[in-house]
């Protein structure tokens, strides 16, 4: 069995190097739900956490963010949906909730990030009244700290944000896993970079351990949304429990 | 009735009254003297005293008399001679050796018998002698007949003697019962003397005297019984409960050893010795494959044993999946990866074992290792020490290099040949871009590699096209109607790009493919295992994709399910199918008989089908060739093997379609064993006819002993035919005499002054 050193050692190995999956649709790549609202308020920050994920594991990016609306037949090669908005965003129409819906059912994970940072602001009102569209009468429900998307690359003890308005994560489970997760702490925007590569936004109030925090938990949220609960399997158990007590 | 009919008297009493007047009567007599003699006791003269007790005990004698009225009973008396049985062992396990290398115990005894004529004579002179057989039951028989070829089913000792006892005749009593047998009961006392037994051996109420045959032979060894389930889980421990009978044996470590089809399995020493006869032996092992076996326990034979034959014995267990074990090793987190991963994770049928590389070595997380969740990849633990308990090992896009795995390739390449499954998923890690070229994963796939390049991958998108052999194949049926199928298969959204391959391997087949003929599926075997590659790491579009082209993921899930069906070898989607028609059959009666069933490559009935069986046993591995067939117009066909002797045997059978290609094979194994324990528990048993012997007060006797000289029980009864009686002292002489003597003894007392 490998040693922790020689695991760590292994990057010699890593020579090899890496080639091309099959182009750009093999690489894990977000979508961008457009919507008739403000749907795209950070607009470098999914692309920044894609570069991270893919400098931090072993997940294949694509920098590129496609834009996709709710009804786009293509939205069905994107797995993972970011819906996001720093203000309210008009209902959807009843067949964008059904392809939605359809969407989810199938496998699909809708991540939901309130760029407002405001509790109960309009967003947070607009993606509730979604989420009530899709499974009638369903409300987001509280993520517990030993669910697995706390723990899914990184050990991690809560959300985190931009600002730390809500002190959980919200989701939505179908088939035995979250398919709708909420964040209303801004995550994306704490990953936001202006046009000469500086941070956008200022995060509060952790300062640069909150932001490295917030790209951890976006790792964390690529990792369970391609590897489900994996870190559930009971190999992974007494390592994990191990290290949660140091 | 003149006095000479009769032949007997007694003295007998003739009163009418009441036994209890009597008593009192006797009691006031006795009252009488005493208190007459307490009254005179002091009387000086002796001559006096006595004449006093003289008179008052003959009174009282006289009025004994009076009332119990004595009288003489004439009797016709006749006597009835006593009877004994003989009772002789004809059950099967007479036809054993009495000795080793000797004649049988049913020689032996006719021998005995021979030997004994004139003592029987002289027996039959003194009782009336009856003679029986006996074994299930028991029934009349003539010594003169006894078989050197006895054919009873059991032996049931206490029967024949509760049968012997009751079946007299004229009520003639019985004087003792004679019994030759071996002793090997399997019947109530097959466990020895109980007190149920004991009881109705006392009410036998006759000595019975016992001829152990055989006892020269008393030294054997026995796997008498064995307890299995008649199916095990792979993977799962399996306990076969074993009882070994051991008899004559000094104190000995015997090893008792389970083998599958000649291979040891498990074994465990038992220390046999003393007193005890029987041990019981618990034997585990792991069965690491599903099917059915054949298994054999034995113990070895020891020199001058009775019966070498009941040494080992076979049963048949059946090894059936609970669930199948996949082990699934991910090079990288991909969309193909999860969807894959949530559709065995929801499988019940499956027990998934999964290993994801989430960071490589020229990753960097930015944190130490214990902010990490990640635990090393345990190489050794899992293609090692596991490997084996895996039905299916499956690689996704997962380049082994990075991780030292060569050591393992070969021990996973004898994985799949001894019939494992392993099914490669395409990416730019996998085959020929995972490096796979020259080693020995290459030598199991159904496809050749070359060094990772440029051409490793094709990213032109791939139209599915379903090949000939994919049109029949299990894997690729989507829909059971062929055109249907087509569609299913040409519907499915267009795949990014393929893995690329050199030619094909012999016998392998390539079930999918672009339309431009780039192999996309192919399956093939490695040895007795199944080996499948899908070059793409894009199967996850056949399912959500397709779900967005509002075609659901059904496509999807059927062609995994099928395909780890067919890559474990579900029998369901075997085209070939062979039964025996039980799992054991009785040595010489009746001809083992296979059911086979052939399907065509449409895996429809295979008409015609030629087909052949060859045999081998767990004894001589060599397969020999055991009959031949033509499947009928249903595509099965029985076939009856010659009559094999007693032992573990594994059928293989193949088939060959009217076409000459070939279907396939398929296996099946049985036992041939007597199931009669009188040829299993055959074993001289001396020490239960001392244990009948000693509960009838009887006892065993030696071939020597004279029957004449047993201590036979009431050789003759008295019967009584006719009686009459004669009155004694019954007239008016008795009552005068009493007058005289009451008389005298008043005048007396009266003149010598006593009230």
Known sequence: MFSRRQFLGLPVLLAAGRALAFGDQARFTFAQVRHAGRWDPRPDGLSRLAWEIAKRTSIETSPVVKAIGFADPELFYYPLAVLSSDSGFPAPAENEIAELRRYLSYGGFLLVDDASGARGGPFEQSARLLVSRIVPGAQLARIPREHVVYKSFYLLDGPAGRVAATPDLEGLELGGRVAVLYSGNDLVGALARDALGAWEFEVSPGGELQREKCIRLGVNIAMYALCLDYKEDQVHIPFIMKRRRI | ?755
Not at chain 2, 375 to 402: A, G, M, S, W, Y
Not at chain 2, 588 to 600: H, I
């Open chain 2, 1 to 755: 009735m003149s006095s000479t009919a009769y032949n007997a008297w007694r003295i007998t009493s003739l009163s009418t009254l009441p036994a209890w007047v009597l008593a009192l009567a006797l009691t006031t007599l006795a009252a009488a003297v005493w208190l007459s003699f307490r009254g005179f006791r002091s009387e000086p003269a002796g001559l006096r005293r006595r004449a006093l007790l003289g008179f008052r005990l003959l009174a009282a004698l006289l009025i004994l008399i009076l009332l119990f009225e004595p009288g003489i009973e004439l009797r016709s008396e006749s006597r009835v001679r006593a009877r004994i049985a003989l009772l002789f062992d004809t059950s099967r396990s007479m036809k054993f050796p009495a000795s080793p290398a000797g004649p049988s115990r049913a020689e032996e005894m006719i021998r005995w018998s021979q030997a004994h004529k004139r003592d029987l004579a002289q027996l039959a002179s003194r009782f009336q002698v009856d003679v029986y057989g006996f074994d299930k039951e028991l029934q009349p028989m003539d010594l003169a007949r006894l078989s050197a070829d006895p054919q009873g089913p059991s032996t049931d000792v206490l029967n024949a003697l509760t049968g012997a006892a009751a079946a007299g005749t004229g009520g003639r009593p019985l004087a003792g019962l004679f019994v030759a047998t071996d002793g090997a009961d399997n019947a109530e006392l097959s466990e020895g003397v109980s007190q149920t037994a004991t009881a109705e051996l006392h009410k036998l109420n006759a000595p019975v005297f016992a001829l152990p045959i055989g006892a020269q032979a008393l030294k054997d060894l026995a796997v008498e019984k064995i307890a299995v389930d008649d199916f095990a889980f792979v993977r799962n421990q399996v306990t076969v409960d074993v009882t070994v009978t051991a008899r004559g044996f000094g104190s000995t470590d015997v090893p008792v050893v389970l083998k599958r089809e000649g291979q040891v399995v498990a074994q465990k020493a038992v220390r046999v010795g003393g007193d005890q006869a029987r041990y019981d032996v618990k034997l585990a092992f792991v069965p690491d494959r599903t099917g059915k076996f054949a298994f054999t326990v034995s113990v070895p034979v020891y020199e001058g044993e009775a019966l070498a034959q009941n040494n080992q014995k076979s049963f048949v267990l059946k090894v059936i999946r609970d669930r199948v074990r996949v082990l699934l090793v991910v090079g990288r987190p991909s969309w193909d990866v999860r969807f894959l991963r949530q559709l065995l994770k929801r499988d019940p049928n499956v027990d998934l074992i999964s290993f994801f590389i989430l960071r490589t070595p020229g990753d960097d997380p930015h944190s130490s290792q214990d902010e990490l969740s990640l635990i090393p990849f345990p190489t050794q633990e899992i293609f090692q020490e596991q490997l084996k308990t895996f039905d299916l090992v499956i690689f996704q896009n997962f380049n082994h290099r990075p991780y030292r795995m060569s050591q393992y390739l070969d021990g996973i390449a004898a994985y799949v040949r001894d019939g494992g499954a392993f099914a490669m998923i395409g990416g730019d890690q996998s085959f020929s871009a995972g490096d796979y070229a020259s080693t020995p994963i290459e030598e199991i796939l159904p496809v050749t590699l070359f060094p990772p390049g440029p051409t490793a991958l094709d990213e032109t998108p791939v139209q599915l096209h379903l090949t000939d052999s994919g049109k029949r194949h299990p894997v690729t049926e989507l829909a059971t109607n062929g055109p249907q199928n087509e569609s299913a298969w040409s519907r499915l959204p267009k795949l990014p790009g393929v893995n690329t391959t050199g030619p094909l391997k012999g016998g392998s087949q390539v079930l999918l493919s672009s339309s431009e003929g780039r192999p996309v599926l192919v399956v093939g075997e490695a040895g007795r295992g199944r080996v499948l590659a899908l070059l793409s790491d894009s199967s996850w579009y056949w399912s959500f994709v397709a779900a967005g082209q509002q075609q659901g993921p059904r496509a999807y899930e059927t062609f995994w399910h099928s395909a780890i069906r067919w890559l474990v070898r579900d029998p369901a989607l075997t085209p070939m199918r062979v039964a025996s028609e039980r799992p054991a059959f009785e040595p010489g009666s009746e001809p083992p008989a296979l059911d086979v069933q052939v399907r065509g490559s449409d895996y429809g009935a295979a008409a015609g089908a030629q087909i052949a069986v060859v045999e081998s046993s767990a004894d001589d591995p060599v397969p020999r060739p055991a009959g031949a067939a033509v499947a009928g117009p249903d595509g099965n066909a029985r076939i009856v093997l010659p009559p094999l002797p007693p032992g573990a045997y594994k059928a293989t059978v193949t088939a060959r379609r009217p076409d000459g290609s070939a279907v396939g094979e398929a296996e099946d194994a049985f036992v041939v064993a007597p199931s009669s324990r009188e040829l299993i528990e055959a074993t001289p048993r001396p020490d239960l006819l001392q244990a009948i012997a000693s509960a009838t007060r009887g006892r065993v006797v030696d071939p020597g002993d004279s029957l004449t000289n047993l201590p036979w029980r009431d050789p003759e009864r008295v019967e009584v035919g006719q009686r009459t009686s004669v009155p004694l002292w019954d007239n008016w002489k008795v009552l005068v005499l009493l007058c005289l003597v009451v008389g005298m003894e008043w005048t007396l007392r009266r003149r010598w002054g006593y009230a």
